[in-house]
């Protein structure tokens, strides 16, 4: 259906270690030795490997969590030439840079990285 994403229970790979510590740690001398979690306010992402995809190709899905404050003013390029051929998204003034976009083989995204 298109649209739509299933996501099989328990195919989520947590990248928390404080997740995969085994179950007779006590996670209070975990946070004291490693600190506080950080805050997790910050762009998300998905990739599904071509083995789990409907077909059979990668799918990266990137959300950049942009604030308010900045203005998401953008203008979608298309770079073509001699060894190069990408597409994505740019600030108006700076085309040189794609800043969220792809090629045949690769994807790419901005983050927030604590704004």
């Given at each position: 259906m298109t649209g739509s994403v299933v996501i099989d229970a328990g195919s989520i790979v947590s990248f928390d270690p404080l997740e995969s510590a085994t179950p007779f740690v006590d996670t209070d001398i975990v946070y004291d030795?490693?600190?506080a979690p950080p805050d997790r306010e910050?762009?998300?992402w998905l990739t599904v490997s071509p083995s789990a995809a409907a077909r059979n190709a990668t799918?990266?899905?990137m959300g950049p969590q942009l604030?308010?404050?900045?203005p998401e003013i953008v203008q979608q390029i298309h770079l073509s030439g001699?060894?190069?051929?990408?597409?994505?998204?740019a600030v108006p003034g700076l085309s040189m840079y794609i800043l969220i976009g792809r090629t045949r083989d690769y994807a790419w995204s901005l983050t927030s990285a604590g704004n």
């Open positions: 030795a490693a600190g910050a762009s998300n799918l990266a899905v604030g308010y404050y900045y001699p060894g190069i051929e990408a597409q994505g998204a």
